[in-house]
């Protein structure tokens, strides 16, 4: 069975488009190919694909008769009998019983093995989507600080720019020692700030390295997607999908069928199992015992009588109705928790949507117009120093906000599509 996973895997990866996986998120080659890695090559994924091999072992010896059992007997006289003369002569028996449950409890045993293998089938699937989710989180963060660099790169170009005019204005007379010594000071506060972003662009390239099991990863150059290639979610479709799809939710139901067959065994345990056997007995004749020469043969019948009834079987069906109103509430549980999940991320993700449109089409418009005028009133002398650097570094926010917003923005897709098992191409798919 787990070879078949195996093939249903590679089949989806080598013959589905990636597009295929869902609709939620957006394409992105490298991204996609770091996603397939990880489901090739991490542990965890590993650990939980041998832990439903190993169920899907179990279904059938679950489903089997108990083991036949083999005996041997030998009987024959003490040293001597009671009055002192030789007894007969020993016999030896062979036999083979069979123990039969009643109709019906091997079926109960079987099927509930079947769906413990379903669920493990479905924490599988769970660590593979939150495995896939991570990874693109892991992207989306080194891709923001990748954009941060650039941005931060760009600050301090314009700062070395802004220090060569504050010194031509002083050489001139124009201008004061002090404007080329803050723009000197804000440089070196953006070249601490890059150290910052460099040191996060190397944890994020450790946290991929880490997630695909490959410490050697090579660097990999991230990018964020337009705002405008992300969808707009529909949270009544998202729901459906939720209920229908979600790993967890599907192990669920998986365990109300194992408990619903469990408690139908602790039911039929009330009934009797049968006991068959045959034997065939060697014998040795004696004159003492007229037919003791001939072989015998031998077949028997039994069951087991519940006489412990009342607080065995009954206590145990007990036992087991109660784990199965468990696993209906678990299942309650966890749907409501999901839901809960749900709406977060895309409270989430319309938010740092509407952040990015305010930031893109009003913010920083304004911050750029406001950073010109302060520039121009400052070289024609109309305006103090300060005022263009407070400018500048407004903008310089402005714009680190704007990709940040866009990262979480994907953050937050990237877990919606787990929830509804898009953030990785299902094994049933």
């Known amino acids: 069975m787990f070879s078949k996973i195996r093939l249903i895997l590679a089949a989806a990866i080598l013959f589905s488009p990636l597009s295929s996986w869902g609709q939620t998120l957006p394409s992105d080659p490298v991204l996609d190919s770091l996603v397939m890695t990880v489901l090739r090559d991490n542990p965890d994924i590993q650990a939980a694909a041998q832990m439903a091999r190993s169920a899907e072992y179990m279904v059938s010896p679950a489903g089997s008769l108990p083991d036949p059992m083999a005996m041997i007997s030998l009987t024959g006289p003490t040293n001597g009998s009671w009055v002192g003369e030789p007894m007969a002569t020993p016999n030896v028996m062979i036999g083979l019983t069979q123990m039969i449950p009643f109709p019906g409890k091997l079926g109960a045993m079987k099927n509930a093995a079947k769906d413990m293998a379903g669920g493990h089938r479905e924490s599988l699937e769970n660590t593979r989507q939150n495995m896939a989710a991570m990874v693109r989180s892991a992207y989306y963060e080194l891709a923001y600080w990748d954009d941060a660099l650039e941005t931060v790169e760009n600050n301090i170009s314009f700062f070395d720019e802004l220090e060569a005019v504050a010194r031509e204005k002083y050489r001139v007379g124009q201008g004061i020692q002090a404007n080329v010594l803050q723009a000197q000071a804000m440089r070196t506060r953006l070249e601490d700030?890059?150290?910052?972003?460099?040191?996060?662009?190397?944890?994020?390239?450790?946290?991929?390295?880490?997630?695909?099991?490959?410490?050697?990863?090579?660097?990999?150059?991230?990018?964020?997607?337009e705002m405008a290639n992300l969808p707009l979610l529909d949270k009544s479709v998202l729901l459906s999908n939720l209920e229908r799809e979600n790993p967890r939710l599907r192990k669920s139901a998986f365990e109300i069928d194992m408990r619903r067959n469990m408690l139908r065994n602790a039911k039929l345990d009330y009934l009797p199992d049968f006991t068959f056997?045959?034997?065939?007995?060697?014998?040795?004749?004696?004159?003492?015992?007229?037919?003791?020469?001939?072989?015998?043969?031998?077949?028997?019948?039994?069951?087991?009588?519940?006489?412990?009834?009342?607080?065995?079987?009954?206590?145990?069906?007990?036992?087991?109705?109660?784990?199965?109103?468990?696993?209906?509430?678990?299942?309650?549980?966890?749907?409501?928790?999901?839901?809960?999940?749900?709406?977060?991320?895309?409270?989430?993700?319309?938010?740092?949507?509407?952040?990015?449109?305010?930031?893109?089409?009003?913010?920083?418009?304004?911050?750029?117009?406001?950073?010109?005028?302060?520039?121009?009133?400052?070289?024609?002398?109309?305006?103090?120093?300060?005022?263009?650097i407070n400018a500048q570094m407004g903008l310089f926010d402005a714009e680190l906000e704007l990709r940040k917003s866009l990262a979480d923005g994907l953050k937050s897709l990237a877990q919606i599509a787990a929830l509804t098992a898009e953030a990785a191409p299902s094994l049933e798919k």
């Open 277 to 388: 056997g045959v034997s065939y007995g060697f014998g040795q004749a004696s004159e003492m015992i007229p037919m003791s020469g001939e072989n015998m043969l031998g077949v028997s019948a039994g069951i087991n009588i519940p006489l412990w009834a009342g607080w065995k079987q009954k206590n145990m069906v007990s036992s087991a109705r109660a784990d199965l109103r468990q696993a209906e509430y678990m299942k309650l549980d966890m749907n409501d928790q999901l839901r809960f999940e749900l709406d977060k991320h895309l409270l989430e993700y319309d938010r740092d949507r509407s952040r990015y449109t305010l930031y893109k089409e009003s913010l920083i418009p304004q911050s750029r117009a406001e950073l010109e005028s302060a520039r121009v009133a400052y070289e024609v002398g109309k305006l103090e120093f300060m005022n263009v």
């Open 193 to 225: 700030e890059k150290l910052m972003v460099v040191k996060m662009i190397g944890m994020s390239q450790v946290m991929l390295a880490q997630l695909i099991s490959d410490p050697s990863m090579e660097p990999v150059k991230a990018s964020l997607p």
